[in-house]
């Protein structure tokens, strides 16, 4: 009985560990380059910070124990989830980092042309290139339009989306403007925190899951669409009321 015991201990399972990851800020640079960069119309000077967030999980190949498993449940800063729920097409390593690249490069063209969209300007004449190193899928896309319409036109009248704050968000976004649900944002939440975030923009069908670990002292906006959070941005920065997990 000890033997079996001691083998289910080690023995891997198929699960993966999931930890709260970095944060980039788009209206800076990454590795000495703009995240956001623009040709073809004036670009503002910014202040603030609009901070896209990650979380970190274990690998497809990587073996997970029951130790670890049982860490992570009773831990606040980790999830344990099914290998299946995060990595649901299977693959290599190397098949899923690419995967993901591939999806950060679509949600990057969506952000573009939502916000060149939201704005009125041409793609054809405003070219906008976003760069991220060591960063993959599709949930920094509306933090991405919202870098490029702050970079651009800020919120209209010439003064920043930010009002001077740390925002931090997940979501992803679609040509239209939609804002889309992601995975993982209790833990983003906290990686926001950690970061110097004040405000957290979520996308609304997510609440439940990112106030169930929610850092003190980091309120959460939910958002539906591009056009209704740069609203909610302006309606902050005038210390209107606001909607609310």
């Not at 980790?78 to 899923?96: E, H």
């Not at 870098?147 to 001077?164: E, H, P, Q, R, V």
């Not at 804002?179 to 979520?202: E, H, I, M, N």
């Not at 899951?209 to 005038?238: E, F, N």
Request: charged letters at 20%; glycine letters at 14%; proline letters at 6%.
């Amino acid at each position: 009985m000890l033997a079996l015991l001691g083998t289910a201990a080690f023995a891997p399972l198929p699960f993966s560990v999931a930890q709260p990851g970095l944060t980039a800020n788009v209206l800076g640079d990454d590795k000495g380059q703009p995240v956001i960069s623009i040709s073809g119309a004036p670009v503002r000077k910014t202040s603030g910070q609009l901070r896209m967030v990650t979380i970190e999980a274990t690998g497809p190949s990587t073996d997970i124990d029951l130790g670890q498993v049982i860490d992570g449940w009773f831990r606040t800063d980790r999830a344990v989830m099914p290998r299946d729920a995060v990595y649901p097409g299977g693959g290599s390593d190397a098949q899923i980092e690419q995967h993901n690249l591939d999806e950060m490069k679509g949600s990057q063209d969506a952000a573009t042309e939502a916000a060149l969209s939201y704005l009125g300007d041409s793609p054809d004449k405003v070219k906008v290139g976003l760069h991220l190193a060591d960063v993959g899928g599709p949930s920094a896309g509306l933090l991405f339009s919202l870098g490029i319409i702050d970079k651009l036109d800020g919120d209209g009248a010439g003064s920043d989306l930010t009002g001077g704050r740390t925002i931090a968000g997940t979501g992803t976004i679609d040509a239209a403007g939609k804002v889309g649900a992601v995975g993982g944002v209790a833990l983003k939440t906290q990686s926001a925190a950690r970061d110097g975030a004040t405000v957290f923009l979520v996308p609304k069908a997510e609440c439940a899951d990112a106030k169930s670990k929610l850092p003190h002292g980091l309120r959460l906006i939910p958002v539906t669409t591009l056009k209704g959070t740069v609203s909610v941005l302006a309606t902050l920065k005038k210390g209107g009321s606001l909607p609310s997990c």
